[in-house]
């Protein structure tokens, strides 16, 4: 039987708020569902019954529940995020023309766009609702601020990723708003609904905004290092996809002019060859790249670590620690 210490930490989270997890995961189903257009929870349930860690509510429930919270609210607001999360999904896969998602086929696949899409704005939708039922005012405030700022990080990706100008100062930028985001609100409105003292809460939220960047950085080196078979994606397809990832921007940084041009025709241009990807991966190499965006992402995560020392100890605050470990381990 696998002891606890050799649990993921994600699982442990999962193990220590499993009745509240539960919770969750009834009101999600409760709330998905339509009366009047059944495709709503067609589409929803293939993508929220297809697993996933449920990381993102999990936070909610962990910082609520670190802070001493007793009521019955944090269960709203998890189930909140896990929408606002499910929503841009729906809509990535749309903008990305993505096949796969959670080893199953997108929705966009098994329907069709206008279907993933207005289903997207559905639950967008039901998240509001969701997050005015605990009647908190700065709740509201900052998973509203969240939404808008997923939304503002997603178009931004739209013109930076392509764009060889892009430097690392608007990566961060587009991380902070399409992933990031919604880590640290996912762990601030556990701590506000918890009523938790002011320096707890904005330790929360610095927690929660490492997390996704270093979560995010990750990502992106596994695509040009990672196991196919672990990540469910190919080795080299933000490649393919002219995503001008840290590993890239890192790269194109340092090219010298026949190493730029090799990067405009790949990336800015999409006019790709066979044994490009080889190419890609060998300047990757050569200029240390992939070594310096691990670095980066270690240091992110030191940094979420670091966020947590003014919360008093608790079972959870070291599990949260164990995550941060984890989520840079998976490059290690």
């Given at each position: 039987?696998?002891s606890?210490?050799?649990?993921?930490p994600?699982?442990?989270?999962?193990?220590?708020l499993?009745?509240?997890?539960?919770?969750?995961n009834?009101?999600?189903?409760?709330?998905?569902?339509?009366?009047?257009?059944?495709?709503?929870p067609?589409?929803?349930?293939?993508?929220?019954?297809?697993?996933?860690?449920r990381?993102r509510?999990?936070?909610?429930l962990?910082a609520?529940?670190?802070?001493?919270?007793?009521?019955?609210?944090?269960?709203?607001?998890?189930?909140?995020?896990?929408?606002?999360h499910?929503?841009?999904?729906?809509?990535?896969d749309?903008?990305?023309?993505s096949?796969?998602?959670?080893?199953?086929?997108?929705?966009?696949?098994?329907?069709?766009?206008?279907?993933?899409?207005?289903?997207?704005?559905?639950l967008?939708?039901?998240s509001?609702?969701?997050?005015?039922e605990?009647?908190?005012?700065?709740?509201?405030?900052?998973?509203?601020?969240?939404?808008?700022?997923?939304?503002?990080?997603?178009?931004?990706?739209?013109?930076?990723a392509?764009?060889?100008?892009?430097?690392?100062?608007?990566?961060?930028?587009?991380?902070?708003?399409?992933?990031a985001?919604?880590?640290?609100?996912?762990?601030?409105?556990?701590?506000?609904?918890?009523?938790?003292?002011?320096?707890?809460?904005?330790?929360?939220?610095?927690?929660?905004?490492?997390?996704?960047?270093?979560?995010?950085?990750?990502?992106?080196?596994l695509?040009?290092?990672?196991?196919?078979?672990?990540?469910g994606?190919n080795?080299g397809?933000?490649?393919?996809?002219?995503?001008?990832?840290l590993?890239?921007i890192k790269?194109?940084?340092?090219?010298?002019?026949?190493?730029?041009?090799?990067?405009?025709?790949?990336i800015?241009?999409?006019?790709?060859?066979?044994?490009?990807?080889?190419?890609?991966?060998?300047?990757?190499?050569?200029?240390?790249?992939?070594?310096?965006t691990q670095?980066?992402?270690?240091?992110?995560?030191?940094?979420?670590?670091?966020?947590?020392?003014?919360?008093?100890?608790?079972?959870?605050?070291?599990?949260l620690?164990d995550?941060?470990?984890?989520?840079?381990?998976?490059?290690s």
């Amino acid at each position: 039987m696998t002891s606890e210490l050799s649990q993921k930490p994600h699982d442990r989270l999962a193990a220590a708020l499993a009745d509240e997890m539960e919770a969750v995961n009834l009101l999600i189903r409760e709330r998905m569902a339509s009366k009047h257009a059944p495709r709503i929870p067609q589409v929803t349930a293939h993508l929220v019954e297809a697993g996933g860690k449920r990381l993102r509510p999990l936070m909610t429930l962990a910082a609520a529940t670190m802070c001493g919270y007793t009521g019955p609210y944090h269960i709203h607001l998890a189930a909140t995020v896990e929408f606002i999360h499910t929503a841009t999904l729906l809509h990535d896969d749309v903008v990305d023309e993505s096949q796969q998602r959670r080893g199953r086929p997108t929705a966009n696949l098994l329907w069709d766009n206008q279907s993933s899409v207005l289903v997207g704005d559905y639950l967008f939708a039901r998240s509001f609702q969701l997050m005015t039922e605990p009647g908190s005012m700065p709740v509201m405030r900052i998973l509203s601020n969240a939404a808008a700022t997923i939304a503002e990080g997603e178009v931004l990706q739209l013109t930076a990723a392509r764009n060889l100008a892009t430097d690392e100062a608007i990566y961060l930028q587009v991380v902070r708003g399409k992933t990031a985001a919604l880590f640290s609100a996912a762990t601030e409105v556990g701590g506000v609904i918890a009523d938790a003292p002011e320096a707890h809460v904005s330790a929360l939220f610095e927690y929660g905004d490492a997390l996704g960047i270093a979560f995010q950085i990750v990502d992106d080196l596994l695509d040009y290092q990672g196991d196919t078979g672990a990540t469910g994606k190919n080795v080299g397809d933000d490649f393919r996809e002219r995503k001008l990832t840290l590993p890239v921007i890192k790269a194109v940084a340092q090219a010298d002019e026949e190493e730029r041009a090799f990067w405009v025709r790949t990336i800015e241009k999409g006019k790709q060859e066979d044994g490009d990807l080889d190419h890609a991966l060998a300047l990757l190499n050569k200029h240390g790249t992939l070594a310096a965006t691990q670095a980066d992402a270690f240091a992110w995560a030191a940094k979420a670590k670091d966020a947590l020392a003014p919360l008093p100890a608790h079972d959870i605050k070291d599990m949260l620690v164990d995550l941060a470990d984890y989520v840079v381990a998976r490059i290690s």
